[in-house]
C-alpha cells in the first residue's frame, strides 16, 4: 500500500510547478519583447537640419523609394550634393544609370552636384571602399547614407568603422511599406527583409574583424565617378559640324573658277588656230 505524499512533498511540487509556469511566461514575454523590438534594433534613424553629400546606394526598388527621398532632400535644400550608386546590370548598362534618370526629372538640380558611381561592387563593404576615398578627397563633412530600412544600422556601422574620424555619417528610416518595424513579422517580404538584416549584420561584424580604415590614396576605382553634366555629354557627344565644312580657303571661289575657264578656252582656240595653221602649210 503506497503511501500518501506529505505535506512538505505537495509544497515542495506547487513551488516546481509555479517556478515552472513562472519562468514560462517569462520566456513568452521576453521573446515577444525579443522579436518586436528587434525589428527596431536594425533601423538607426538619425535627426539632421543638413548634409554635405546624400549617398544613395544601390539596391532600392522599383518605386525608387531612395532617389524620392534624396530628391525631396535636395528641393527642401536639406543636402548640397547627391552621389547615386549602382551595379552593372548589362553588358553596357547599369542601375545608376536609371537612378540618375529619375532623379534628374524630379526637379531642377544643378548637374554639377549630382554625381553618378557605375561600379561592380556586390556588398554594402565594396560600396563602402569605392566611395570613401573619393568623399575623403572632396573633404566631405557630413553624409547621409539613404539605404533600406532594415540594413541603415549596419550600413552606417561599415562606413565609420572603414573611414574612421572625419566624416560623420547619418542614415534615415525611409518608412517603406516593405518593411515595418513595428510590425514586421506580420508580412512575409519583411520577415524576409528581417533575416536577411540580421544575417548580414553579423556577417559584416566578421568581414570588418580586420578590416583597416581607408585614406585618399586607397581608392583603386576602376571607372572615375562623374557629375550628371559629365554624364550627359558622354551619353550624347556634341558634335562640332563646323569642323566637317570643308574650309573655305580649300575651296576655289568663283572668280578664280571662271579665270581658270577662261584660260582653258584661250589655251584651245590657240591649239586649234595652230593645227589649222599647219595643216594649210602641209597642202601647199
Excluded at 548589362?90 to 534628374?104: I, V
Excluded at 553618378?116 to 573633404?139: C, F, M, Q, Y
Excluded at 542614415?171 to 506580420?186: G, I, K, L, R
Excluded at 556577417?203 to 578590416?211: C, E, G, K, V
Amino acid at each position: 500500500m503506497s503511501k500518501l505524499p506529505t505535506k512538505k512533498q505537495i509544497q515542495k511540487k506547487k513551488i516546481i510547478l509555479s517556478a515552472t509556469v513562472l519562468l514560462a511566461c517569462f520566456l513568452v514575454v521576453a521573446f515577444y519583447l525579443i522579436m518586436t523590438q528587434s525589428g527596431h534594433w536594425l533601423v538607426q534613424d538619425d535627426e539632421f537640419d543638413h548634409v554635405d553629400w546624400i549617398v544613395v546606394l544601390d539596391g532600392q526598388s522599383a518605386d525608387m523609394e531612395r532617389t524620392d527621398l534624396a530628391a525631396e532632400l535636395m528641393a527642401s535644400g536639406k543636402a548640397d550634393s547627391v552621389l547615386i550608386l549602382g551595379r552593372r546590370i548589362m553588358r553596357n548598362r547599369n542601375n545608376a544609370e536609371f537612378y540618375l534618370d529619375d532623379f534628374m526629372r524630379q526637379g531642377h538640380f544643378d548637374s554639377n552636384a549630382v554625381f553618378i558611381v557605375r561600379h561592380d561592387d556586390p556588398s554594402s563593404i565594396g560600396e563602402a571602399s569605392t566611395i570613401i576615398p573619393w568623399l575623403k578627397n572632396r573633404h566631405a563633412d557630413t553624409v547621409l547614407l539613404l539605404t533600406s530600412s532594415a540594413s541603415t544600422y549596419r550600413v552606417k556601422n561599415i562606413f565609420e568603422t572603414l573611414s574612421g574620424e572625419g566624416i560623420v555619417y547619418l542614415t534615415q528610416d525611409n518608412h517603406h511599406h516593405q518593411y515595418n518595424a513595428d510590425s514586421w513579422f506580420s508580412s512575409r517580404e519583411a520577415r524576409k527583409e528581417w533575416l536577411r538584416g540580421w544575417a548580414a549584420l553579423f556577417a559584416s561584424y566578421i568581414d570588418l574583424f580586420s578590416a583597416n580604415v581607408l585614406t585618399e590614396a586607397d581608392s583603386c576605382y576602376y571607372r572615375p565617378i562623374i557629375s550628371a553634366k559629365e554624364y550627359e555629354a558622354e551619353k550624347n557627344p556634341v558634335v562640332d559640324l563646323q569642323s566637317l565644312i570643308p574650309k573655305v580657303s580649300e575651296q576655289p571661289s568663283v572668280s578664280d573658277t571662271l579665270k581658270a575657264d577662261s584660260l582653258k578656252a584661250d589655251t584651245a582656240t590657240i591649239d586649234t588656230a595652230r593645227v589649222d595653221s599647219s595643216s594649210a602649210l602641209k597642202a601647199k
